[in-house]
């Protein structure tokens, strides 16, 4: 079982995206029956089977082993994720898209850029596990909190001046060998954490 699954086809994110089917995926993070995982969702077993099977078409599922239990052999199905991320590539032409984006300022295209990111890193990841092969990625999550607006924008300023120095020192075009790497900033405010109810105080 993998960590994450980025789900590309329509089909099977439309089957991630089922309650029921979800609900089922999420009982499958170990080994178990179609009949005792029937049991912790309460559908029947004949209904239960039909939604394994429909989601072990998909790749969402699989069987991992057997065992005999009153004289019949069941098999034991695991889903394929401990999560699943939905790719824009299973929205086809309708996927965002940040060339289309008018305003690159805004939250609209900081969101586009997300997607394109989990479109292609999970397009890339695929290839990378498929080939035997890790994929090299670099990640930096952290948070600032500003004293004021002011002192916002002169982080941003000094941020794009210091991004864009690096990228020139490092950035070849003629490189024999060299390999193009996407690189994208973003900062967004953290949500709020619901407040405790006054019966928790």
Known sequence: MEDLEVVTDAVAAAAVLDPVRNRLLAELSSPISAAAVADRVGLTRQKANYYLRSLERLGLVSVVGQRQWG????RLFLASAAGYVISPAALGPMAVDPDRAADRWSASYLVALGARM???VGELWRA????????????IDTEIRFRSPAERAAFTQELTDTMARL????HDDNAPGGRRHRLVVVAHPIMAEPERSAACH
Not at 71 to 74: A, K, Q, V, Y
Request: proline share 0%; hydrophobic share 40%.
């Open 128 to 139: 990378a596990r498929q080939a035997g092969k890790r994929l090299a990625t670099l990640s």
């Open 167 to 170: 990228a020139a020192r490092y």
């Open 118 to 120: 989990v479109r292609e």
């Open 71 to 74: 004289g019949l052999t069941e």
